[in-house]
């Protein structure tokens, strides 16, 4: 059973920078594509960001654009959101998420596992 455990959220305001970490349990992390999702509450779950097992393709959602950097450690068996600019609608719990197959997704519904979030603030 693969586990992961985010951290790094917190409180920043508006222009700032915060950098989310997701580690995964386990001895095959190369075998899997990573996804970074975010809900504000009272909205759904929405794609931020993906990354393919081996790092070579990212993803990410228009509104994050030229903002977030998806990147990943496979020697550390982390996924990493660098977050610049942020703003206060970024504001959400972010969720990192694994899909068993080299090249990721778009869809919550096709990752397997899912950490457990970690809350983003952003004040104006």
């Known amino acids: 059973q693969t586990q992961l455990v985010e951290s790094g959220g917190g409180l920043v305001q508006a222009g700032g920078s915060l950098r989310l970490s997701c580690t995964a349990s386990?001895?095959?992390?190369?075998?899997?594509?990573m996804g970074w999702f975010r809900q504000a509450p009272g909205k759904e779950r929405e794609f931020v960001s993906a990354?393919?097992?081996?790092?070579?393709?990212?993803y990410y959602a228009d509104s994050v654009k030229g903002r977030f950097t998806n990147s990943r450690d496979n020697a550390k068996n982390t996924v990493y959101l660098q977050m610049n600019s942020l703003k206060p609608e970024d504001t959400a719990v972010y969720y990192c998420?694994?899909?068993?197959?080299?090249?990721?997704?778009?869809?919550?519904?096709?990752?397997?596992?899912w950490g457990q979030g970690t809350q983003v603030t952003v004040s104006s």
């Open positions: 998420a694994a899909q068993w197959r080299p090249y990721s997704s778009t869809l919550a519904k096709e990752y397997a596992y």
């Open positions: 386990g001895p095959t992390f190369t075998n899997y594509a």
């Open positions: 990354i393919s097992a081996r790092g070579g393709n990212t």
